[in-house]
């Protein structure tokens, strides 16, 4: 193994020159969101990093290394029905707003019937690499099991970074400065396309159909979505179609096969094979009760919803507190597994009145800046972050405490790459977070796994002082790996 | 055959739709510009048609075929240097200022001496379809030969067209409108860019020099860069960078090797083997004598031009008239390449005291609206069309008028294709232009050819009611054919 690189020392000169090649080559590689009120006809590049960011070889190997026994782990979970439905039971009571809601549409579509048994999963595994020991080691920061986003910029950055690495861009004799072989670029795109295929393929011949279509059930005014027209067009190219609609379309725009409950396009007579919710994942969405319903509808139908609403509730911030106890973890997996994932987990402790909850109410006011408090949301911007856990905490009724997890801290360390936006660099140094897609195609019923594949993987960074690191919302970038 | 479709008739819901995954997969697989007044971080989707537009295949065919006999003919125009500078020596005295000043710099660095006599084209030929006589035919608008654009976007727009075709989004029922063989995608990026690898390789190979790099000369603040990015990616795939100065910046960041007069940029030593020009076409472009050093500059390198000034020459409009005489034409080609090609032109007369450009005199009064009035000018805007020609030519010193030519008119037929630009839709019919891209590398000491090879094709569309079609200027867009 050749010594680590340091980040390429470039001369100002060199600079220009470098932002002026990833700039155009990322508007004119798809490497794009909408900006901020957006026109349809105008797209901006992505936050990225000028440069790729130093990862442990290791590290970045144990985290593909455990992406399927993560997928087994999460389909097990959402099979084990006495398990789960025990734990979301009780995780409703203290979360009311959305767990609550999202448990309550399932029961209502357990009742009048649950005609899907296979159930889709395009899940993420987000780590850090944890410095805290004097050693670097990935760390999970959390599991998503629904609305997975940026697998398709992630290839794209890749593949940017590598073209500024073949261009000599990073080298003032514009040789090569990092070897092709450490520069690995996501394969993302194609992973989880192939994940929705999976779904395709088993609903066409189990079903004996032909020609269905994925209905991406996707926000208004999405601006992040030419990160899922990538999977869009990779489909295409084996030619499986696709579908936009937002959940308030759905029901006037769908019909449901009373005999079949097989889900149809009104327009074409299409059928739908797999529901892939690029949305759904947070209570704001559900602007009415016509939303809710729309959620209700989808799940009674044939189609292979990815996520089926059990595994949208697996992926609970609670049930990754309750997965970190060995115990529980041996339920679902044999004792090597155990043994390799837990490796990955900081300690998450409940904040309910049993005796581990009990010492952890006590550590959130005595050394709250060990942790990070956090609620059953997705999607960035709800967890709160030491210091501010104890006040927070004193503003909140003791008995909805328990919806939330006290999570202790990663800590990453500070690297000094560059953030480019909208033209403006900043290089206040950055944490970086590794997620690892992977694909499960499963069956809730018995637990029995038809397709399990690790599917890329994605590197966001963020600036040093932001807590949290959303791309969109502004705090955060795309970045790639470059691996040692 | 299966007989001509016409237009896919859609219904606004349907529009909406295309018009959706249109905008998205053009902002996302890089069929942009930037737009007016841009900031380096924002593109916008190039203006293109929501349809292919037919096209007869046995004409688009011609226009193919006919490509290398082209690339030939102006190989051998700019080689015979003889008839050559005659014609242009004499055409300097009416348009001092541009055809002029390119024939001055080149007897300047003929004087100090050219060392490189191998030549590069790409070139692109221009037509129209004519329906004079009740036949469509292909008509020959122009043969350029200096800084030919589209060739990337060009691609990119037939990729557009199939892939909505193969979406299903031009038919109500989400099937396949037209069939796939007959939405040929141009191949230009991949032509154009092995035609300059060829400048590269035969440089490299002749001078036993490794990495060289093909110097794009560039307009500052140039909208159309992402068609040129397209080439230098696919350059870059082969191995071969490529490095982008105005010609303001040439004499500063490059240096000329005395004794070999290779070319080399200063900043890292590399060699450049090929210099191609995507500017200096137009004299507005040369805003200062140091502009015009650096076209002679560059000329009396060893490097590659692509073009060379006397193949840039050889583009001039009025070496296009002199060459519609058969006669003419004779003293390049054999009698078969002759009838084949003439068979591409209407007329176009001389504005000089020659017996015809006595009569095109007299003609451009009488019946002016047969005609367009071209001076030797490149890039659009420059052109005097039909009523206007007789009041331009009574405002112009009759001595000047042989700088000029006058073309008959061809008259394409208006279609009902619809141009979407901005997020706004034109409906009111289109007229075509189909250029076909030729690449040649040859000697202009002895006119021999080292490579000949067409290079995919261009189909720009306008508005009916405008006359010229410049796609950045406003006018017109890009479009790919459906051959029927
Ligand atoms: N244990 C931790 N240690 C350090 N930082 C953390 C920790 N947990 C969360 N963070 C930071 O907070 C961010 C948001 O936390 P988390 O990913 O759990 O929330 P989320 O709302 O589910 O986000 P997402 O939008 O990724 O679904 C993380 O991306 C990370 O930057
Ligand atoms: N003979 C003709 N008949 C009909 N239209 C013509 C004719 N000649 C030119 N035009 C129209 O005028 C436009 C400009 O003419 P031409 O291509 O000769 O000029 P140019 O300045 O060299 O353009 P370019 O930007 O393509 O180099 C053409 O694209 C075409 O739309
Ligand atoms: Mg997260
Ligand atoms: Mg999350
Ligand atoms: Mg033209
Ligand atoms: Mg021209």
Same mark, same amino acid.
């Given at each position: 193994?050749?010594?680590?690189?340091?980040?390429?020392?470039?001369?100002?000169?060199?600079?220009?020159?470098?932002?002026?090649?990833?700039?155009?080559?990322?508007?004119?590689?798809?490497?794009?969101?909408?900006?901020?009120?957006?026109?349809?006809?105008?797209?901006?590049?992505?936050?990225?990093?000028?440069?790729?960011?130093?990862?442990?070889?290791?590290?970045?190997?144990?985290?593909?290394?455990?992406?399927?026994?993560?997928?087994?782990?999460?389909?097990?979970?959402?099979?084990?029905?006495?398990?789960?439905?025990?734990?979301?039971?009780?995780?409703?009571?203290?979360?009311?707003?959305?767990?609550?809601?999202?448990?309550?549409?399932?029961?209502?579509?357990?009742?009048?019937?649950?005609?899907?048994?296979?159930?889709?999963?395009?899940?993420?595994?987000?780590?850090?690499?944890?410095?805290?020991?004097?050693?670097?080691?990935?760390?999970?920061?959390?599991?998503?099991?629904?609305?997975?986003?940026?697998?398709?910029?992630?290839?794209?950055?890749?593949?940017?970074?590598?073209?500024?690495?073949?261009?000599?861009?990073?080298?003032?004799?514009?040789?090569?400065?990092?070897?092709?072989?450490?520069?690995?670029?996501?394969?993302?795109?194609?992973?989880? #396309? $192939?994940?929705?295929?999976?779904?395709?393929? @088993?609903? %066409?011949?189990?079903?004996? /159909? +032909?020609?269905?279509?994925? *209905?991406?059930?996707?926000?208004?005014?999405?601006?992040?979505?030419?990160?899922?027209?990538?999977?869009?067009?990779?489909?295409?190219?084996?030619?499986?179609?696709?579908?936009?609609?937002?959940?308030?379309?759905?029901?006037?725009?769908?019909?449901?096969?009373?005999?079949?409950?097989?889900?149809?396009?009104?327009?074409?007579?299409?059928?739908?094979?797999?529901?892939?919710?690029?949305?759904?994942?947070?209570?704001?969405?559900?602007? #009415? $009760?016509?939303?809710?319903?729309?959620?209700? @509808?989808? %799940?009674?139908?044939?189609? /292979? +919803?990815?996520?089926?609403? *059990?595994?949208?509730?697996?992926?609970?911030?609670?049930?990754?507190?309750?997965?970190?106890?060995?115990?529980?973890?041996?339920?679902?997996?044999?004792?090597?597994?155990?043994?390799?994932?837990?490796?990955?987990?900081?300690?998450?402790?409940?904040?309910?009145?049993?005796?581990?909850?009990?010492?952890?109410?006590?550590?959130?006011?005595?050394?709250?800046?060990?942790?990070?408090?956090?609620?059953?949301?997705?999607?960035?911007?709800?967890?709160?972050?030491?210091?501010?856990?104890?006040?927070?905490? %004193?503003?909140?009724?003791?008995?909805?405490?328990?919806?939330?997890?006290?999570?202790?801290?990663?800590?990453?360390?500070?690297?000094?790459?560059?953030?480019?936006?909208?033209?403006?660099?900043?290089?206040?140094?950055?944490?970086?977070?590794?997620?690892?897609?992977?694909?499960?195609?499963?069956?809730?019923?018995?637990?029995?796994?038809?397709?399990?594949?690790?599917?890329?993987?994605?590197?966001?960074?963020?600036?040093?002082?932001?807590?949290?690191?959303?791309?969109?919302?502004?705090?955060?970038?795309?970045?790639?790996?470059?691996?040692?």
């Amino acid at each position: 193994m050749p010594p680590k690189k340091s980040f390429p020392q470039l001369s100002k000169i060199q600079e220009v020159e470098l932002i002026d090649d990833l700039s155009q080559w990322a508007l004119g590689n798809g490497l794009v969101m909408y900006p901020k009120d957006f026109k349809p006809y105008n797209a901006a590049y992505a936050p990225v990093t000028l440069f790729p960011t130093p990862f442990p070889r290791s590290q970045f190997e144990k985290g593909i290394e455990v992406a399927e026994k993560f997928g087994e782990l999460y389909a097990k979970v959402t099979s084990n029905y006495e398990w789960l439905s025990k734990a979301i039971e009780e995780l409703s009571q203290f979360d009311k707003g959305f767990t609550g809601k999202l448990w309550e549409v399932y029961l209502k579509a357990r009742e009048f019937g649950i005609v899907q048994t296979k159930s889709l999963g395009l899940f993420r595994s987000d780590y850090m690499l944890d410095t805290a020991n004097g050693e670097e080691r990935i760390k999970q920061v959390e599991f998503n099991t629904v609305s997975i986003s940026f697998g398709g910029l992630s290839s794209k950055v890749g593949e940017l970074h590598s073209f500024l690495n073949s261009k000599g861009d990073y080298s003032s004799d514009k040789g090569n400065y990092y070897r092709d072989e450490d520069l690995p670029v996501s394969d993302s795109i194609k992973g989880l #396309s $192939e994940g929705l295929a999976q779904g395709v393929r @088993y609903y %066409e011949s189990s079903e004996s /159909v +032909k020609d269905t279509v994925v *209905l991406f059930v996707v926000q208004h005014n999405e601006r992040n979505v030419f990160d899922q027209r990538l999977l869009e067009y990779e489909l295409l190219k084996s030619g499986i179609k696709s579908k936009r609609l937002t959940l308030s379309e759905v029901e006037s725009s769908t019909a449901i096969d009373e005999a079949t409950r097989a889900l149809k396009l009104k327009s074409t007579g299409q059928t739908i094979s797999v529901v892939y919710y690029r949305s759904a994942y947070a209570p704001y969405e559900f602007t #009415s $009760e016509k939303d809710w319903h729309a959620r209700y @509808y989808l %799940e009674i139908t044939r189609a /292979v +919803k990815c996520p089926s609403l *059990l595994t949208q509730l697996s992926g609970a911030k609670k049930i990754q507190q309750v997965l970190t106890s060995k115990a529980v973890l041996g339920q679902f997996l044999d004792k090597e597994s155990i043994d390799t994932l837990h490796d990955t987990f900081v300690a998450i402790h409940p904040m309910d009145d049993s005796e581990e909850g009990l010492a952890a109410q006590k550590l959130a006011f005595a050394e709250p800046e060990r942790f990070v408090l956090k609620p059953q949301r997705e999607g960035g911007g709800n967890n709160i972050y030491k210091q501010n856990i104890p006040e927070f905490l %004193e503003g909140l009724p003791k008995s909805e405490w328990p919806g939330y997890i006290l999570m202790e801290l990663i800590h990453p360390p500070t690297l000094k790459n560059k953030i480019l936006r909208d033209g403006v660099i900043i290089e206040e140094g950055i944490l970086c977070e590794l997620g690892i897609f992977n694909t499960v195609l499963f069956d809730e019923s018995d637990g029995q796994i038809l397709y399990n594949k690790a599917a890329g993987y994605l590197l966001r960074s963020k600036t040093s002082s932001s807590d949290e690191g959303g791309v969109a919302a502004g705090f955060g970038c795309v970045d790639s790996v470059y691996l040692y």
